[in-house]
Structures are given as C-alpha cells and as structure tokens.
C-alpha cells in the first residue's frame, strides 16, 4: 500500500487554479492626429516570460505581451498586457518543470493575452489586429541553448583568466 501512495505522489501533476489579468495598458500617444491618417502600421510584439514559486508545487507564471504600431515615425498605440496564471505542477523532474513554466503555461496564458490585445486595440478605434500563434516550446528551446552556450562560455573565460 506504501508503494501505490509513492507512486502516486511521483506521478505528474498539473491543474490551473486560476487565469488572471494582471496588469493591461493601452496608449495612444499621438492621437487624435494618428486617425488622421493613412494606416499603415508597423507592429511590433515583445513576449517575456517569468514564474514565481509560491508554495510547494504552485506556481505564477505571468506572460508579458507589448504590442507597439508605429505609423510612419509616431507610435499609432502601445499596448502592454500582463496575463497570469496560478498553477499546481508536481511530480516533474527539474528539466520538465523548467520547460512546463516556460512553455507550457505561457501556451495556455497566451490566447487570453491575445484577446485582450485585441479588445484594446478595437476599443482605441483602430482596425482589428489578431496576433499570429506564438511557438513557445520554441522559445524555450532557443532560451535553454543560450543558456547552455552562455555557461560553456563562462567557462571557457574562466579557464583562460586561471
């Protein structure tokens, strides 16, 4: 009976607890002269990422979204929004919890960041901007073989200054 209870406390957990708005922004520096004008923007999307540990197996991950259209030279409108979840996750290796709080939630938290993005942006009367699908196993890939090139690096300079 001890074992079946070991087993069950190694076996992988995950449950949402709650997705949340964090912190939203929306700006129009430049208006009313910018509706003046012909559109055609330029935008640009800024992600990051980052998890706070709250007890144990909980966890914040919040996905930072900043979406700036230029027009010409003037900022049409930035947007920046903040979309957070509170998760339980147990049971994982170091490894697989890294990639479940840097891939995993941010693609659960995006879809909500993308349609506040868009209310926001039709709120401010501009035309509707729907953001592309963002790979975030990707990111997390390309994150985690930074990190790695940046340690052997480190270590190389290390090597060389001894």
Not at 29 to 48: C, G, I, M, R
Request: hydrophobic share 40%.
């Amino acid at each position: 009976m001890a074992e079946v209870a070991n087993n069950e406390q190694q076996a992988p957990q995950f449950n949402i607890q709650r997705v949340y708005t964090k912190d939203v922004s929306f700006e129009t520096p430049n208006s009313p002269a910018v509706f003046q004008k012909e559109w055609n923007p330029e935008v640009k999307l800024d992600l990051d990422t980052r998890s706070t540990k709250l007890a144990d197996e909980v966890f914040e991950v919040v996905l930072s979204l900043t979406v700036t259209a230029k027009n010409g030279e003037e900022t049409a409108f930035l947007c920046e929004v903040q979309q957070a979840g509170i998760f339980h996750i147990g049971g994982l290796t170091e490894p697989q919890l890294a990639h479940s709080l840097g891939a995993y939630c941010p693609n659960i938290l995006f879809p909500y960041a993308r349609e506040t993005v868009a209310s926001l942006v039709s709120r401010g009367t501009f035309p509707q901007l729907n953001l592309a699908p963002v790979n975030f196993d990707a990111l997390f890939a390309q994150y985690v073989q930074q990190r790695a090139a940046a340690a052997v690096q480190a270590e190389q300079t290390e090597e060389a200054n001894a």
